[in-house]
């Protein structure tokens, strides 16, 4: 089991950053892959990033391709979200999930979540 806790969300302006981190809980951190999807009002929940256990492998989301970074930090249990040049239409609640798989894109592949982190981007 793991348990997941976003934070560093908040309100932004265009143009501006904000950094997510997402805290896990248990031993076996190291060994999962770590992904952070996004869901704005009246929308599905999409894809942003993911990691694997290691951190070699990173796929992006074409709408977050260059502006956005994930990383993880294993000895502090933590994935993190770098978010730059952020835009109107990345407003959404963010969530970190893992997997026991390599990595993965698709949200079904992610057994944990956490509650998640609302990112508001003014125009």
């Known amino acids: 089991q793991v348990h997941l806790v976003e934070s560093g969300g908040g309100l932004v302006q265009a143009g501006g950053s904000l950094r997510l981190s997402c805290a896990a809980s248990?031993?076996?951190?190291?060994?999962?892959?770590m992904g952070w999807f996004r869901q704005a009002p009246g929308k599905e929940r999409e894809f942003v990033a993911a990691?694997?256990?290691?951190?070699?492998?990173?796929p992006y989301g074409e709408s977050v391709k260059g502006r956005f970074a994930i990383s993880r930090d294993n000895a502090k249990n933590t994935v993190y979200l770098q978010m730059n040049s952020l835009k109107p239409e990345d407003t959404a609640v963010y969530y970190c999930?893992?997997?026991?798989?390599?990595?993965?894109?698709?949200?079904?592949?992610?057994?944990?979540w956490g509650q998640g982190t609302q990112v508001t981007v003014s125009s």
């Open positions: 999930a893992a997997t026991a798989l390599i990595v993965a894109v698709k949200q079904n592949s992610y057994p944990y």
């Open positions: 248990g031993r076996t951190f190291s060994t999962y892959a």
């Open positions: 990691i694997s256990a290691g951190g070699s492998t990173t």
